[in-house]
């Protein structure tokens, strides 16, 4: 049976309002992506680096600029798919979660663990803040939907 919103805890609102910002945000690079089609992608990355001040001969500018020359529109469009479809998926959880839904805490919890064992390996490999706090949200979120999932299906 769902669950009325008054009865959601802030830490269910918290996961909430990260799927629908994740969502949004990638609904919004999506569209960006897709506004790159038929671009010189090369030049709009140069003239970025250049507005912000950043060395034309950056060797990460470079690795980045060699790497954008590749790009074919085909693969742009693909990129902007992938993109819209996680948008859709990262949404399709926040909404779920929000009508209190459990294929919704089961798909969060399957999706958000997916990505556990790569931040991991991230954190270990070479430690970064942002890596740190995306994986101890991610655990968080996954232990708090499976605990919760127990605790109503023993009442």
């Known amino acids: 049976?769902?669950?009325?919103?008054?009865?959601?805890?802030?830490?269910?609102?918290?996961?909430?309002?990260?799927?629908?910002?994740?969502?949004?945000?990638?609904?919004?690079?999506s569209l960006g992506v897709f506004a790159l089609i038929n671009k010189d992608i090369s030049d709009l990355a140069e003239g970025v680096a250049d507005s912000l001040g950043v060395d034309p001969e950056n060797h990460y500018l470079l690795q980045l600029l060699g790497w954008l020359t590749g790009i074919s529109s085909k693969q742009i469009v693909a990129i902007g798919f992938v993109t819209i479809l996680y948008s859709a998926l990262l949404l399709t959880m926040a909404w779920?979660?929000?009508?209190?839904?459990?294929?919704?805490?089961?798909?969060?919890?399957g999706v958000t663990g997916l990505f556990i064992p790569i931040e991991l390996y991230e954190v270990i490999r070479s430690f970064r803040?942002?890596?740190?706090?995306?994986?101890?949200?991610?655990?968080?979120?996954?232990?708090?939907?499976?605990?919760?999932?127990?605790?109503?299906s023993s009442l």
Request: glycine share 8%; aromatic share 10%.
């Open 1 to 29: 049976m769902p669950e009325t919103t008054a009865s959601k805890d802030g830490a269910l609102r918290t996961i909430i309002a990260l799927k629908v910002l994740g969502g949004v945000l990638f609904l919004l690079i």
């Open 96 to 109: 779920g979660l929000h009508l209190g839904l459990v294929w919704a805490d089961w798909l969060t919890i």
């Open 129 to 152: 803040l942002t890596y740190g706090v995306a994986l101890a949200i991610n655990v968080f979120v996954v232990w708090y939907l499976i605990r919760r999932r127990i605790r109503v």
